[in-house]
């Protein structure tokens, strides 16, 4: 059985450049600016504008570089860049040029940096300041020479693009253009990758994601139409004025999808932060006014636990959350302060960007993800892919045209994402109770204590609730007694100025809110922070390589 969503929409057959710049899709105008500095919005583009640049930036990549030239697809750029007012006209640039954007977190090591270069072949580096020396040192070792490497500047009106070895020549001077290729025939939309994002590697090592026009197109229209039907049955069309700010990273795919598309594709404009310093996004939220936000649930936590955040999101017409799950208490608490609803969507980097997400006059407190989006199927199966009924938990399966066609040059690894009929194996483990859908937590981090299956989210939405911790985190370690069994373990930040609580106090909460079986039996441990990648997941993996290192350190 598949569950369907209320309704569907067509998708044009448009490449990605085209739908946003030269389309009627696009709500933006040609004086519409879509992109400004959160800390002095005079720096800023209209769409007009971006498309000069894009077209400008495409040209010295194909003349200067020989990017595209051996034909579509074949070269990839790595950018390494953090927020920046011109970061999507680099994104939309390397398209143009016909080559493939493959995005680099700016946390990356030099050695995390350089595998990813090696692992997708690419040839040119682009970075900004604080992230050049990394850049630099990982095309060193991936022979990539250094006039390849080239620095961004775009804030603080300080706009150039230039070779890491001679900062006097200034690409973005160029006036010649490269028009981009209109394409219009569906099976090279399909299939031409345009992008190249890494998975966030909590096991293993990342895998390259394949994100196509048609799959970047398809979530745009997908996105567009779900707030379109929206505005619609609030008769507000005219009205609304569509501003986010750009406060989480933008090198994966809520960034290119959330913040380079989306905004032009409503109309309105992203204000951009350079990196997400608290205290920095509650200033912009109070000068620039967003009228939606998508964040993450430790954001929210930080704005609901706040004593410094008062009215500054009172703008807001809709909040949404995303990455990790959020726990019902939690959304109360933000959505009492944010003075607006709050619903949880849900997407992998393999969809594009969100598969579910709940209308904005439409409210859920119970803690699911909301409900399909135009134009995707999913279903819940057990371990031999047989549906399960409403009720029980299983691992969703999704299918539409925003799910990627495959891993970069792996093709084990695709097939092993994929049934034999066509839909893709999320990892993550979900049921469907009256009506609605649920996340239980990733397949592969669930805890096994004597046969049950214990879920880490749903330990650390509890240790969230408790007005003492500022930040948890919950990991399966080995049970000393029972071989193969595993006991859950919790890391716990505790929130400042208040008097400490001990291991105990921790457990009596767990103790008095979930069964016997989710009991902290592997013990607590207060941390100074959860470790987290850029869009906010916890990274269990390192708080499972802390207890070794200490284990290994006492033998």
């Known amino acids: 059985m598949q569950y369907l969503p209320e309704i569907d929409c067509d998708i044009p057959n448009l490449d990605l450049l085209s739908l946003i710049f030269d389309s009627p899709y696009c709500w933006a105008k040609s004086e519409t600016i879509i992109h400004a500095e959160a800390d002095n919005e005079t720096n800023h583009l209209t769409k007009s504008e971006a498309g000069i640049i894009v077209r400008r930036l495409a040209f010295v990549l194909r003349n200067e570089f020989g990017i595209g030239i051996s034909g579509a697809g074949n070269d990839v750029v790595t950018s390494v860049c953090s927020n920046h007012l011109l970061s999507p006209s680099i994104f939309f640039a390397v398209i143009a040029s016909e080559a493939v954007y493959s995005a680099a977190s700016t946390a990356l090591t030099v050695r995390e940096l350089a595998r990813q270069i090696q692992s997708s072949k690419s040839n040119l580096i682009i970075a900004t300041e604080d992230t050049a020396s990394t850049a630099i040192e990982a095309a060193s070792i991936c022979n990539v020479p250094l006039e390849r490497v080239l620095i961004l500047h775009s804030m603080s009106f300080d706009r150039a693009l230039t070779p890491s070895v001679d900062s006097s020549q200034n690409y973005l001077l160029e006036t010649r253009e490269f028009p981009w290729a209109r394409i219009s025939e569906e099976g090279i939309l399909k299939n031409r990758v345009v992008a190249l994002l890494y998975s966030s590697g909590t096991t293993g090592v990342p895998k390259g994601v394949r994100i ?26 005219s009205e609304f004025q569509y501003r986010t700010i750009a406060h989480l990273p ?28 608290f205290d920095d996004f509650v200033h912009a939220a109070k000068k620039h006014r967003p009228t939606f936000i998508s964040t993450v649930p430790s954001v929210y936590l930080r704005i609901a636990k706040s004593a410094s955040v008062s009215d500054e999101f009172h703008s807001l017409q809709h909040a949404q959350s995303g990455a990790a799950p959020m726990g019902p208490q939690l959304q109360k608490l933000a959505e009492s302060k944010l003075k607006c609803k709050i619903s949880q969507a849900w997407g992998l980097t393999e969809t594009t960007g969100a598969v579910t997400w709940l209308p904005w006059d439409r409210e859920d407190s119970t803690g699911s993800i909301s409900q399909l989006l135009p134009n995707t199927r999913l279903k819940i199966v057990d371990e031999s892919d047989r549906p399960v009924p409403d009720g029980n938990s299983g691992e969703i399966l999704v299918r539409g045209p925003n799910v990627t066609i495959g891993y970069w040059e792996n093709d084990e690894a695709t097939k092993e994402a994929f049934t034999a009929d066509g839909w893709f194996r999320t990892g993550d483990i979900g049921a469907r109770k009256d009506g609605k859908f649920y996340i239980v937590d990733r397949k592969k981090e669930l805890i096994k204590f004597k046969g049950l299956q214990v879920a880490p989210a749903e330990i650390e939405a509890v ?10 985190g919950v990991v399966g370690m080995p049970d000393p007694q029972i071989s193969g069994n595993e006991i859950p373990r919790a890391f716990v930040v505790r929130k400042p100025g208040k008097s400490p609580m001990s291991e105990e106090d921790v457990k009596r909460h767990v103790r008095d809110n979930l069964a016997s079986h989710k009991q902290l039996r592997g013990g607590v441990k207060f941390a100074d922070f959860i470790p987290r990648n850029l869009s906010g997941k916890i990274l269990r993996r390192k708080l499972v390589q802390i207890e070794e290192n200490e284990r290994l350190s006492k033998i």
């Open 212 to 237: 196509s026009h048609k799959n970047f197109v398809a979530e745009a229209i997908i996105t567009q139409t779900a707030i379109e039907t929206y505005l619609s049955r609030q008769h507000v069309f």
């Open 250 to 277: 933008s090198a994966h795919i809520s960034g290119l999808q959330g913040y380079f598309i989306n905004g032009a594709m409503m109309g309105g404009t992203v204000f951009w932060m350079p990196k997400f310093v």
């Open 463 to 472: 240790l969230l609730e408790h007005d003492q911790i500022l930040d948890a």
